[in-house]
């Protein structure tokens, strides 16, 4: 992928997913702005191994839920690149539990991170890609939010309604040149599965056809692909980066 003179801007960055994904593009030679939520030394590794690559890339600490700080976010990518091309809408968390068992607060901080986080990303540079007529929103969902899961009602609804803001988006903005896509990793090796008891990820690994968990960079390069010139005239899809799980 090419992304020469391109800014990206990259929420949870610092490490799984989100390390990958700012790699992925920076590898194409995007500058990469990412945000992270309390892990700054991760962060800085994340803006190292960018640099690495050779592109340029800046790490700001947000919440994400937050409409003061995603905007200062925002303002900081215009001011440091001058303009916002790609948004990745990455981070992500869980709070796990029966629906019975389920305390009303973990379910409205798993909504506010996941899914009104990704709207507060979305509005806060929709009117700059409008006015550049040029624009790349990809949004992560999950697996979870296609089929569900039990012990994951919060999630699999922050999920699914990520899903249902990329398709409304892209019918919004198809007409100015932008499209907003999302990708629905499956079980990926990252630091939540691997946190994961041996019978649990034996059960999840039962459930995808192609028996294996996948890795970050998968996920990666299926975003990258959205984000890039190739998928111009793809707007308002979900890629589904999971072995088969979903089928």
């Given at each position: 992928m090419n992304f020469s003179e391109k800014t990206?801007?990259?929420t949870g960055g610092s490490r799984g997913l989100g390390r990958a994904i700012c790699l992925e593009l920076a590898r194409g030679g995007a500058n990469?702005?990412?945000?992270?939520?309390?892990?700054?030394?991760?962060?800085?590794e994340t803006v190292a191994a960018c640099e690495s690559l050779g592109a340029k890339a800046v790490a700001i600490r947000c919440?994400?839920?937050?409409?003061?700080?995603?905007?200062?976010?925002?303002?900081a990518a215009l001011k440091t690149f001058g303009h916002i091309d790609i948004l990745v809408n990455n981070a992500g968390i869980t709070r796990d539990g029966l629906l019975m068992m389920m305390k009303p607060e973990d379910f409205d901080a798993v909504i506010a991170a996941n899914l009104r986080g990704a709207?507060?990303?979305?509005?806060?540079?929709?009117?700059?890609?409008?006015?550049q007529r040029y624009g790349r929103i990809v949004n992560l969902s999950s697996v979870v939010g296609l089929r569900g899961n039990a012990g994951q009602v919060n999630y699999a609804a922050s999920k699914a309604g990520v899903i249902?803001?990329?398709?409304?988006?892209?019918?919004?903005?198809?007409?100015?040149n932008i499209t907003v896509n999302a990708v629905a990793p499956g079980f990926i090796d990252t630091d939540m599965t691997a946190a994961l008891t041996e019978t649990a990820k034996n059960a999840a690994l039962g459930s995808i056809p192609m028996g294996r968990m996948g890795t970050p960079e998968n996920v990666a390069k299926a975003v990258a692909f959205l984000a890039g010139e190739?998928?111009?005239y793809i707007t308002g899809q979900v890629l589904a980066v999971d072995g088969g799980m979903s089928m």
């Open positions: 990206a801007v990259v990469v702005m990412l945000c992270y939520a309390g892990n700054e030394a991760a962060a800085n919440d994400v839920s937050k409409e003061d700080e995603v905007k200062a976010l925002m303002d709207f507060l990303c979305m509005k806060a540079v929709a009117r700059q890609m409008v006015k249902g803001m990329t398709k409304s988006l892209a019918k919004e903005l198809a007409g100015r190739d998928a111009g």
